[in-house]
């Protein structure tokens, strides 16, 4: 399959038509296939919607296709399309719950307006605590060292020039969060307070959707930031202690929950 991956923030119309258009081309050029599509940005700010929705119709043309949220076909895969709540932290983060059909979304307001614990956010907190460091604001740990040597800093203040010369803020960034894990592999006191601080706005995340559930609420996981393991689950799993939600490992990747809303579609015309 051909590479490249699609958001409308960060790329050109034409780019995403092109990635999407060869992509299911490669799939099935015959064009008998039924898409099921889950996009990131595809939510509640209608210009977005509208844009997706018009480079879907150029890519897909020709195709019988379906639009999701990229979270709603995560939630799917990781519930098996039952009811509960997925959080997802990669380069974003977003909590997403589905409760008799009707689904309910937290955070995912962008790098620039939220995104707390993803793995953005803690490269920018991974930077602010090495800022701190170099000023005796905070005591200098392996943290200090790792990042100077990590970002190739010739001295403590190259870190300024570092990042506005980054060519993708939003991606750079969120990179930067395995250096964190790195260090708390070391147990540096910062990098698991980081984990700590992180765990604590995803479980606000899923506090608020859960609120709105009367019975034990099974919540699944996806995205980098959960690759870290127990330094990210464990805490979460403390943050969520006072609520009746459980961690649940997820039951499928998201390519299987696009393939069951794709059955429930099917079903759905089958029976008219």
């Not at 399309?81 to 955070?107: E, F, H, M, P």
């Not at 307001?109 to 930077?127: F, I, P, R, T």
């Not at 019975?215 to 996981?221: D, F, L, T, W």
């Given at each position: 399959?051909?590479?490249?991956?699609?958001h409308?923030?960060?790329?050109?119309?034409?780019?995403?038509?092109?990635i999407?258009?060869?992509?299911?081309?490669?799939?099935?050029?015959?064009?008998?296939?039924?898409?099921?599509?889950?996009?990131?940005?595809?939510?509640?700010?209608?210009?977005?919607?509208?844009?997706?929705?018009?480079?879907?119709?150029?890519?897909?043309?020709?195709?019988?296709?379906?639009?999701?949220?990229?979270?709603?076909i995560?939630?799917?895969?990781?519930?098996?399309?039952?009811?509960?709540?997925?959080?997802?932290?990669?380069?974003?983060?977003?909590?997403?719950?589905?409760?008799n059909?009707?689904?309910?979304?937290?955070?995912?307001?962008?790098?620039?307006?939220?995104?707390?614990?993803?793995?953005?956010?803690?490269?920018?907190?991974?930077?602010?605590?090495y800022?701190?460091?170099?000023?005796?604001?905070?005591?200098k740990?392996?943290?200090?060292?790792?990042?100077?040597?990590?970002?190739l800093?010739?001295?403590?203040y190259?870190?300024?020039?570092?990042?506005?010369?980054?060519q993708?803020e939003?991606?750079?960034?969120?990179?930067?969060?395995?250096i964190?894990?790195?260090?708390?592999?070391e147990?540096?006191?910062?990098?698991?307070?980081?984990?700590?601080?992180?765990?604590?706005?995803?479980?606000?995340?899923?506090?608020?959707?859960?609120?709105?559930?009367?019975?034990?609420?099974?919540?699944s996981y996806?995205?980098?930031?959960?690759?870290?393991?127990?330094?990210?689950?464990?805490?979460?799993?403390?943050?969520?202690?006072?609520?009746?939600?459980?961690?649940?490992?997820?039951?499928?990747?998201?390519?299987?929950?696009?393939?069951?809303?794709?059955?429930?579609?099917?079903?759905?015309?089958?029976?008219?």
């Amino acid at each position: 399959m051909a590479a490249g991956s699609i958001h409308i923030l960060t790329q050109s119309k034409q780019e995403s038509v092109c990635i999407l258009k060869e992509n299911v081309t490669l799939l099935d050029p015959s064009k008998k296939s039924l898409i099921i599509a889950g996009l990131a940005g595809y939510g509640n700010q209608e210009d977005l919607r509208k844009q997706i929705e018009d480079i879907c119709q150029e890519a897909f043309e020709g195709y019988t296709y379906l639009l999701y949220n990229d979270v709603q076909i995560a939630l799917a895969g990781a519930l098996a399309n039952q009811d509960g709540i997925v959080v997802i932290a990669g380069t974003g983060s977003i909590a997403y719950s589905c409760l008799n059909g009707q689904t309910k979304r937290c955070g995912g307001w962008g790098y620039q307006l939220g995104d707390e614990g993803s793995a953005y956010w803690m490269g920018k907190e991974l930077m602010k605590i090495y800022c701190q460091q170099v000023d005796g604001r905070l005591e200098k740990t392996k943290l200090y060292d790792k990042v100077k040597e990590s970002l190739l800093l010739e001295n403590d203040y190259d870190i300024i020039s570092y990042r506005h010369h980054l060519q993708n803020e939003r991606k750079d960034i969120a990179l930067l969060a395995k250096i964190n894990y790195e260090l708390a592999l070391e147990n540096d006191l910062y990098a698991l307070q980081i984990y700590k601080n992180a765990a604590s706005y995803l479980g606000q995340l899923i506090e608020v959707l859960a609120r709105d559930f009367h019975q034990p609420i099974p919540v699944s996981y996806i995205g980098g930031v959960f690759q870290a393991g127990e330094y990210i689950l464990k805490p979460l799993e403390e943050t969520l202690q006072t609520t009746s939600c459980y961690l649940q490992s997820p039951l499928y990747p998201p390519e299987y929950g696009a393939y069951l809303l794709g059955c429930m579609y099917t079903q759905k015309i089958l029976k008219k």
